[in-house]
């Protein structure tokens, strides 16, 4: 009886260490979504965006045809860095450039669930956001 009991703990151990980690999963990204560069402000309609892969950049810009405002272009970057409880967690480094004046440069680090927007960065001309959903056609 001793015996039977040891081989029994011997054998279901190693399987319940492999199936320890099978509701975690593997580590990577688990929701879908998109990065949005927002003209002016949140929503507006006017911008770029991309696909929210584990890592990737989006270039934009905006020419507005007016003289009492600044041209500008910005570059933002990002790459997936883990899960956070219900979140995938994603670093952002943004790069923003107006045509006249001095380029400001930032890092955050954002949790994103998969189901609310979250607001990366901004300023009087660019919102980025992540949006839930994927991009038309992707």
């Known amino acids: 009886m001793m015996k039977a009991m040891l081989v029994s703990c011997v054998m279901v151990g190693p399987v319940l260490l492999l199936l320890g980690g099978c ?14 560069s927002h003209v002016d402000t949140y929503g507006s309609g006017t ?11 989006l270039a934009c810009g905006f020419a507005y045809g007016d003289a009492s405002k600044s041209d500008w272009t910005a570059e933002v970057k ?3 860095v883990g899960q956070d ?3 995938d967690v994603y670093r952002f480094d943004w790069t923003f450039r107006p045509k006249s004046g001095a380029a400001v440069a930032d890092t955050k680090e954002v949790a994103f669930d998969g189901s609310e927007a979250v607001k990366v960065f901004s300023n009087q001309w660019q919102v980025v956001s992540i949006e839930p959903g994927a991009m038309a056609g992707h």
């Open 23 to 36: 509701g975690e999963g593997d580590g990577g990204a688990r929701f879908g979504g998109r990065v949005v």
């Open 47 to 57: 911008g770029g965006e991309a696909a929210l892969d584990e890592e990737g950049t």
């Open 78 to 80: 990002w790459r997936f």
């Open 85 to 87: 409880g219900g979140s």
